[in-house]
């Protein structure tokens, strides 16, 4: 009985130690994860745990609208009045560049442009890269205003 118990034990190693080819599970949207990190907390509005203060991105022609304008939000943040939805908000939206590299921002922004706004183009890490190159040398965060003018 012994010797049959060891001959289990060794067979049961044996098989656990057998190299398997293991279905691989997709990764989680690294775009989706950066969004749910950083801006789901003030930007969605979904059931009681999660009241977005901020302007909502579901059809928001910010989002929807063109690139540039929002790379620039998301790296240097934005202050004063927005109208959003016909909706007016004032707050302080903090800037990423310090914390997010240039992919960390081109998938975070594809993901929310595809979900929110419908883009079908994904934002790229180059043309995170050059915005932020353009405007290494500003401190402050941007206006609507500014954002307007700006091409």
């Not at 240097?76 to 960390?104: C, R, S, W």
Request: aromatic share 8%; proline share 8%.
């Amino acid at each position: 009985m012994r010797k049959l118990f060891i001959l289990f034990v060794a067979s049961l190693l044996v098989g656990c130690a057998h190299p398997r080819n293991l279905a691989r599970l997709p990764d989680a949207d690294p775009g989706r994860t950066r969004f749910e990190t950083y801006c789901a907390g003030c930007h969605l509005d979904e059931g009681p745990w999660m009241r977005g203060e901020a302007p909502p991105l579901e059809g928001s022609s910010w989002v929807a609208g063109p690139e540039n304008r929002v790379i620039k939000i998301v790296l240097h943040g934005l202050h004063g009045p927005i109208e959003v939805l016909g909706k007016t908000y004032n707050q302080e939206m903090p800037g990423f560049a310090p914390v997010l590299t240039d992919a960390d921002i081109a998938s975070l922004l594809s993901y929310a442009r595809k979900r929110f706004g419908g883009a079908s183009t994904p934002t790229s890490e180059a043309a995170v890269g050059q915005i932020r190159a353009a405007n290494r040398s500003r401190a402050g965060y941007w206006t609507v205003d500014e954002l307007i003018k700006e091409p």
